[in-house]
């Protein structure tokens, strides 16, 4: 049974309802379900503009919803097509059965578009099917650690791990936007054959989709759908310096002190994890750091912000824990002892899906470093880190992990969004871990986790953040070097930090962080002494020519301010991915859509980083329809051609685009 119920479109048959609604411009949501009544969850969907789609029931039993630049066909077996203002097919649900009204897909398979299997006791297991075009490029999904940037016949997980985020967006080639909006445990597969979405326990279908004629069109409304990222704060576009781990107040000082006496940009100094007594003391041990306030206060003089490590993990030992459990604001373990992370102690992670929770944890980190002058937070261990990820074990204020667990980086982002606002702060950014869909607008700032110091990491880093700015996170960074792996005195990770370094000073956010070899032992047996740290990881610490270079690339940055900001304001207000792959520019030039290893660095900056060791030369692509400018040799090209460029170990090769007066030379 097909009928209209106001602006919504409605499907039934046997325990099965479909809602087809409009959800903001040329766009839809989907949702379906076997429960009695459709669950009422906006995970992150924000509530659309009102728009007028137009409805209409056909002759045979179907239905047409137009909205704009899309529409959807509804058939009278259930089957749902996607079509775009040409006539142009977007996307369709694959269904295998009798029923099948197009006679070339009638089949005796009998394999759903939309199974149900229930999951006994409770819930369904979920797969949503859709027919593949082979020739579809899609980009997206969040960040995974592969160098794939076109992630068409990938299958990819549906969870979080430490330097995997799952943010379930991606965009096709074909000119369509789609959003698994479930923050559920699962997979999504892009087969040439067949695309299929999962999710292993859940009690609805819910997608929303998009038809566009750009991908920056498609990008853009879902950032209306889902939300955009506030100003980024001016000193969030200089460098920030960062190491696991400065263990003294004097050490980080030092280091502070030593940045102004060679006069040398930095805008932030982070202080990492186990500065605390305990885990889930959300304060500094003042063994270490005696003079929080006189060091707040010293840093400040000096034109530099103090970022601090928030862990969401509570110490069973912590003066906090107790509390915490009778109040119910940690997670549950369904089955076994509660645990849920054993690093250098035992411990659990509070649950930001509990509005007392967050509450609890923002005011002591008020009380401790926010009250003290402390206005940005690194909130790590954002997926959450689990010893043992068994997602089955956990269990949310919201429901099980594998119900809603996907959604816990966007909710620890919350906490302390909500938190300083309400405060009074403006322009917030947090660093975190991990994202869902829908953390951009807490002020997320996401990082590519606990990644190698190599190459091949490094190729994979460039993947991930094009790819999570086609997700709608602008806002990404990596630990330029790597984070494990790299020794201090080596000249082959020398090279390597150069060569990230130049691509950092590229990133949304430029930033230096690692555990560099030969560590240094800890301190002390208590408290925040416990933990080691790493080697010296301050640009001088690589030898004297990779500091030259760091030097330079450190001052391009500053003199790019004003250009930074441009591309922050187009972020925020239309949800413009900062770094871009070519195609989002170009996306008439076919070429441009083949082109893996190159980005745009906002629309006016062709950037090609060297990707592979030992290399000093490489090719590069230049978008036919403009003229693009060698920022070294000044030389002009015309576009739609493959030139070779030199590459030193100075530089990264750079074009500006039509004449763009941009001061990157100095």
Known sequence: ???????????????????????????????????????????????????????????????????????????????LTFINQKGDVLLQEYVRNRREVIKEFASALEIEAREFKPVLGHDYQLTARFESNPEEKLYGMGQYQQPLLNIKGCRLELAHRNSQASVPFCVSSLGYGFFWHNPGIGSATFGRNVTEWVAESTQMLDYWITAGDTPAEIVEAYADATGKVPMMPDYGMGFWQCKLRYQTQEELLEVAREYKRRNLPISVIVIDFFHWPKQGEWKFDLEYWPDPDAMIRELQEMGIELMVSIWPTVDKTSENYDEMVEKGYLVQCDRGIRINMDFLGNTVHFDPTNPGAREYVWQKAKQHYYDHGIKVFWLDEAEPEYTVYDYELYRYHLGSDVRVGNIYPMMYAKTFFDGMQAAGQENIINLLRCAWAGSQRYGALVWSGDIHSSFESLRNQFAAGLNMGMAGIPWWTTDIGGFHGGITDDPEFHELLVRWFEYGAFCPVFRLHGYREPQKA??????????????????????????????????LRERMRPYITDLMAAAHEKGSPVIRPLFYEFPADDKAWQVEDQYFFGPDVLVAPVLYAKATNREVYLPVGAQWTDVWTGAVHAGGQTIQVDCPISQIPLFTRDGAQLPLKG
Request: hydrophobic share 40%; with cysteine; net charge negative.
């Open 1 to 79: 049974m097909i009928f209209q119920e106001n602006n919504r479109l409605v499907y039934r048959y046997d325990a099965e309802q479909v809602w087809i609604e409009a959800w903001g411009q040329n766009s839809l949501r989907v949702r379906a379900t076997k429960v009695h009544e459709m669950p009422k969850s906006d995970w992150s969907l924000l509530e659309p503009a009102a728009t007028e789609p137009v409805i209409t029931l056909d002759d045979i039993g179907g239905a047409m919803m137009i909205n704009g630049k899309i529409r959807c066909h509804l058939a009278s077996n259930g089957k």
């Open 522 to 555: 800890p301190l002390g047996t208590s408290g925040g002494g416990i933990c080691n740290s790493g080697a010296a990881n301050e640009v001088w610490s690589f030898g004297e020519e990779a500091y030259e270079i760091c030097k330079f690339y450190m001052e």
